[in-house]
């Protein structure tokens, strides 16, 4: 029996295969895609109906180079046939993979056909460069009692399926942590699938999350699946979900109640079995007051919460950091540079690092670059951290006060991102009391323009 | 830049043995495509490439985002993915038509592939 009859005559089969957790196609004689699961869709990035009919190497694009080589062993042995390498996807992804090929035969004993399965082995491939002492770079570091809470709050949370809500400044490491969550979860051998809600605009957003029929809309030549569909019993991961417009917000809460919903266009409800994890860097719950943000979906979203802790705020993590990613890039460019002078160390963890842990990762970089000698001074740090910002005064002495304090405990996420609005506010006003309203001088007092100062009114429907 | 394996655009950027660099200007080809063999086959090697070519567009299967990531930094347009002979895929490209993603037909055959 052919691979295409097999399909043809029982349906059931495919369903069959999307349940294993391993990537796998049929190939013809001629060594093109018949059939593809779901998970081997989502790990190429091409459906099968784009696929069928098309050779597999321009699909799968792995570094075995021609598969006639591994075929041709499968024919003279009769075996299946195993080998590790890697895939590129359409993502841009390249993924370790541990391949088998089999042979397929029909009644009369001939070959019919192949069978190549595709096992993902990343989490074995970082676990032996673990192994071997080399630096992860994906994984968390921190040694402060704030991270050390939110490591704790990690492992409950990798044990349940409830959505997730992770808050914190950007460059925080938000999408890690989702990543970690998902690693560490019943669901890790199933797609974890990321999506940045503002980075497209709502028409296209709808149809990159929910997919569509074809003919939905103008253009719309193929059907496409969509993000959930893809994370069909894995993760997705909803990235800057505060920038979701509210037509889309209704249909993720009804999905988040109802696990299923109409592509783009289409009439037949799909069901899905995908656990939620979103991030956002503003303060939902200001938003919430504010109209933009549904407060029934952030009460859903906000099942189980987990704020990532600005890096000013984590007790010495930045000279944990700073040594960290010194070592991984001066030993990616194999310069050999030991630490950092005491007059550097004195600089750097001073500053306030607005941009948390990747802006500090980035002056690591700079630094491993720019460095000539064993040891990085000041001469090889970024010169803006010797230009104090009038920004950045006002932050150190607005934010770092309160957040440090014993009265506010820090792990109170989206206080302390609300706090910085209501600082801010607090402090415009203030400006303005002693200046007896006069914004020319309250802007001086402030160290702003009298732009910025009239832009930030506005921003607080101040003017 | 077109990266190249036999008549196809290669499946992977990195392990292409073979590149055809052609210039065509108002939808016409200024001079007859050339190929270059790679010498050792590597993105870096073909990243450096397109930049000693200086070529505007690089047309190529399965690349990794840093190498992408690269060639556009390097003000050099990526059009990825593309999957199909590399003479309709050339046309395509000097019509302004071609696209990432983009799958020709006569794809589907293993002695046309390889």
Redesign the interface.
């Known amino acids: 029996m052919k691979p295409e009859s097999i399909f043809h005559v029982s349906p059931v089969f495919s369903e069959l295969l999307n349940a294993i957790p391993h990537g796998i196609a049929f190939l013809d004689t001629?060594?093109?895609i018949v059939v593809m699961n779901r998970l081997l869709e989502v790990m190429t990035?091409y459906v099968t109906d784009?696929a069928r009919?098309?050779?597999s190497?321009?699909?799968?694009?792995s570094?075995l180079?021609?598969k006639?080589r591994m075929c041709r062993e499968v024919l003279e042995s009769g075996e299946a046939v195993s080998d590790d390498g890697n895939?590129?996807?359409?993502?841009?992804?390249?993924i370790p993979i541990h391949f088998t090929l089999s042979c397929l035969h029909d009644e009369e004993g001939q070959p019919a056909g192949f069978i190549i399965i595709l096992e993902d082995i990343s989490v074995l491939k970082s676990a032996e460069s673990k192994h071997h002492g080399l630096a992860d770079e994906t994984e968390i570091l921190g040694h402060s009692p704030q991270m050390a809470k939110v490591f704790e709050l990690m492992s409950v949370l990798a044990r349940t399926d409830a959505s997730v809500l992770i808050t914190g400044e950007t460059g925080t490491g938000k999408d890690m942590i989702a990543e970690a969550l998902h690693e560490s979860s019943q669901r890790a051998r199933q797609p974890f699938i990321k999506v940045n809600c503002g980075a497209l605009p709502e028409a296209l957003l709808e149809s990159e999350l929910f997919g569509h029929v074809k003919g939905a809309f103008t253009g719309a030549v193929n059907e496409t699946v969509g993000m959930f569909r893809l994370a069909h019993k894995g993760t997705i991961f909803l990235t800057e979900i505060g920038d979701l417009s509210l037509p889309l917000q209704v249909k993720l809460l009804s999905v988040l109640d109802d696990q299923e919903f109409f592509p783009v266009g289409g009439s037949r409800k799909v069901k899905v079995d995908v656990r939620i994890i979103a991030a956002t860097h503003c303060s939902l719950r200001q938003d919430v007051q504010q109209g933009r943000f549904r407060e029934d979906l952030f009460y859903r979203l906000n099942v189980l919460h987990l704020h990532m802790p600005p890096l000013r705020e984590r007790d010495g993590d930045i000279r944990l950091l700073l040594d960290h990613f010194l070592r991984q890039f001066s030993d990616k460019l194999g310069r050999g540079i030991t630490a950092y002078t005491k007059k550097a160390i004195d600089v750097l963890t001073r500053y306030h690092y607005p941009g948390n842990v990747r802006e500090l990762r980035n002056i690591a970089e700079y630094s491993a670059n720019i460095c000539q000698g064993k040891k990085v001074g000041t001469k090889d740090l970024p010169q803006y951290l010797f230009q104090p910002s009038e920004t950045s005064t006002k932050i150190a002495a607005a934010i770092i006060p309160p957040i440090l304090s014993p009265v506010e405990p820090p792990q109170s996420a989206p206080k302390s991102v609300g706090n910085w609005t209501a600082i801010e506010k607090e402090m415009m006003v203030d400006a303005l009391r002693k200046t007896g309203g006069n914004r020319s001088k309250a802007a001086d007092l402030l160290g702003w323009g009298r732009t910025t100062l009239w832009r930030k009114l506005k921003k607080h429907k101040m003017a | 830049m077109i990266t190249t394996r036999g008549d196809f655009v290669s499946p992977r950027f990195d392990l292409s043995p073979e590149v055809l660099i052609a210039t065509y200007y108002d939808q016409e080809l200024l001079e007859e495509p050339r190929s270059i063999i790679v010498s050792d086959v590597s993105a870096e090697i073909i990243c450096d490439l397109a930049l000693k070519e200086n070529v505007a567009t690089v047309i190529c299967g399965g690349i990794e985002e840093q190498h992408y990531q690269f060639l556009t930094w390097k003000k050099i347009t990526v059009i990825d993915a593309v999957i199909g002979p590399y003479v309709d895929v050339l046309q395509a490209a000097i019509n302004n038509t071609l696209k990432s993603g983009a799958i020709f037909p006569g794809v589907t055959s293993q002695e046309t592939a390889l």
């Open positions: 001629n060594l093109c990035g784009e009919g098309i050779y190497e321009f699909i799968l694009r570094n180079g021609s006639n895939i590129i996807n359409r993502q841009r992804k390249k």
